[in-house]
């Protein structure tokens, strides 16, 4: 079955969706992100989605869902790297996308996380560094 790679980095889980999202395959990755989120305790999760370029109702929902799951989890999502066109389309559809932070590049999306978990450039530092 196709899956779609979850990284651990320290606290926070990495997605990198660069095949074409189909239902079954949006599914699976929401019941392993939250499969994941638990068994690794994540704060956070970021999503890049970047390589996306039709993003359809199912799947808008589906990103949906995982953010308010995460949440249920302790977790914050940060959805990053979304095309023009995906985000004229999710507004067209009418998805809000509620409880999903947004950010244009990863490096900007990772600040939001560590930000959301109120990490200072010291304690960064100091975690990165050991």
């Given at each position: ?28 990755l929401q ?64 998805l809000s ?34």
């Amino acid at each position: 079955m196709e899956r779609i790679p979850v990284l651990q980095m320290g606290e926070f889980l990495l997605v990198t969706i660069q095949v074409d999202m189909h239902d079954r395959l949006a599914l699976t990755l929401q019941d392993d992100l939250t499969n994941y989120i638990v068994k690794t305790g994540a704060r956070g999760v970021l999503i890049d989605i970047s390589a996306l370029e039709i993003v359809d109702s199912f799947i808008g929902r589906i990103l949906g869902n995982i953010a308010m799951m995460s949440h249920l989890l302790d977790a914050e999502t940060v959805v990053v790297g979304m095309q023009p066109a995906v985000a004229i389309t999710l507004v067209e559809l009418g998805l809000s996308l509620s409880g999903i932070r947004t950010a244009l590049n990863v490096e900007k999306g990772m600040e939001i996380l560590r930000t959301s978990l109120g990490l200072s450039s010291q304690e960064r530092s100091d975690r990165v560094n050991g």
